[in-house]
């Protein structure tokens, strides 16, 4: 009888670990899920980011470029009424 009644608790105890053990691993997986959701999310992020930020740069170096040219314009020809404001300055002083 006494045999009996270990065994019973021996399987008693191996159901509750078993339970317990069901449980742990469901929650571990729902936890991987999550992290795998995380990642997924984090990448498209910082896909986006990325894409943004080359934008940016495109629009950066189209100002840097406009301002390039319109500094060479400037300083390859001076403008046109400047003698006429040097002269006009002169013939009033």
């Known amino acids: ?3 009996i009644r270990d065994l019973e608790e021996y399987l008693d105890k191996l159901i509750s670990d078993y339970q317990s053990l069901k449980e742990e691993n469901e929650k571990l997986w729902q936890e991987l899920e ?3 959701s995380k990642v997924e999310r984090l990448e498209e992020e910082k896909r986006q980011l990325e894409e943004l930020l080359e934008q940016q ?9 406009r ?3 319109l500094l060479s314009t400037t300083s390859e020809q001076p403008p046109a009424n400047q003698e006429m404001m040097w002269g ?3 013939a009033d002083a």
């Open 1 to 3: 009888m006494e045999i």
């Open 34 to 36: 999550e992290a795998q």
């Open 57 to 65: 740069q495109r629009s950066l170096n189209k100002m840097v470029e």
């Open 67 to 69: 301002l390039q040219n």
């Open 88 to 90: 006009g300055n002169e």
